[in-house]
């Protein structure tokens, strides 16, 4: 049997210990959020000191004038190395527009619906061959946050998907993460933890995961706290193994085992996967693209 490590490994992704550059990476991404406001900012201020700006202009337009250039020419130098994505470097979904079908592709039970909050959420349930986003196909290294509940059973996600019949899936319960690889419709589990975090249904917490070459880290925040939990090579190839699947035809032994040979997931993108009885919801999706 294929079986993961499942170890946590340190100085992998070292940058993830330095708070500041990750603190400073979080502002780049908010670049810009922060221009508009500082955009908006400055047109208030002007339009509340109208009667005192057109004589100050009127009297110094050449030196405005001159400052204004300058401060545009630096601007335009600056962006490209603060502008913090390219074009499709980033994808969000907060699933108030609902399940656009050029966005997500998925199979089962996924609909949209409002929390008793009132806030727009993701139910996932019956889903065996998941879902992914469709943008991001393309995807090679990534970091994907989102928010989850377990309403009943597991909730999970998939990783490096190129259809829904490869990719990584990992699914949590109150007690344990497991980790499988879907590939040519089999799906059998090659690594489990206990996680030891205080997950309870129905009770919201966030997952942050890092894809990075052949690396997996899937991080748990729970009461603003952080925690590593699963970090290993999931993604690269592995030896061929022997694995049991469970026959979807009613023979007389409903477990056989076969050879399964593990490619490497190098690219793919990132969704949601339960099978029959478990459902969750989702939220606050968002995803960067990283080493571009």
């Not at 109208?50 to 401060?71: G, R, S, W």
């Not at 130098?77 to 108030?96: C, I, N, R, S």
């Not at 032994?253 to 969704?271: L, M, N």
Request: positive net charge.
């Amino acid at each position: 049997m294929l079986q993961l490590s499942n170890r946590i490994v340190t100085e992998i992704f070292p940058e993830e210990e330095r708070r500041v550059l990750r603190w400073l990476r979080t502002q780049k991404r908010n670049l810009r959020n922060w221009l508009v406001a500082l955009l908006a900012v400055i047109g208030y201020v002007f339009v509340s000191n109208i009667q005192a700006i057109i004589p100050f202009l009127a009297l110094n337009f050449q030196l405005v004038f001159d400052t204004v250039l300058v401060v545009w020419i630096g601007v335009l130098v600056a962006l490209p190395f603060l502008w913090p994505q390219k074009p499709g470097d980033m994808f969000t979904e907060d699933f108030k527009r609902g399940l656009n079908p050029r966005v997500w592709e998925y199979e089962g039970g996924w609909k949209v619906e409002l929390d008793e909050d009132g806030h727009s959420v993701l139910t996932v349930t019956d889903s065996n061959l998941g879902g992914l986003a469709l943008p991001c196909l393309s995807w090679a290294d990534f970091e994907l946050q989102f928010d989850t509940r377990i309403i009943a059973g597991n909730t999970g996600w998939i990783i490096r998907a190129s259809s829904l019949n490869d990719y990584v899936h990992q699914k949590l319960d109150t007690v344990r993460l497991a980790t499988l690889y879907r590939v040519e419709g089999l799906l059998p589990t090659v690594g489990s933890i206990e996680h030891s975090l205080p997950i309870h249904e129905k009770q919201w917490f966030s997952v942050r995961l890092l894809a990075r070459g052949n690396w997996l880290s899937t991080y748990m925040k729970l009461k603003g706290k952080e925690h590593l939990i699963f970090q290993d090579q999931a993604l690269g190839v592995k030896p061929p193994a022997q694995v049991e699947v469970r026959s979807e035809e009613k023979y007389p032994h409903p477990f056989a085992a076969t050879t399964i040979v593990t490619p490497s997931f190098r690219t793919g993108s990132f969704g949601f996967r339960l099978h029959v009885k478990d459902k969750a919801q989702y939220r606050n999706l968002r995803a960067y693209r990283l080493g571009r």
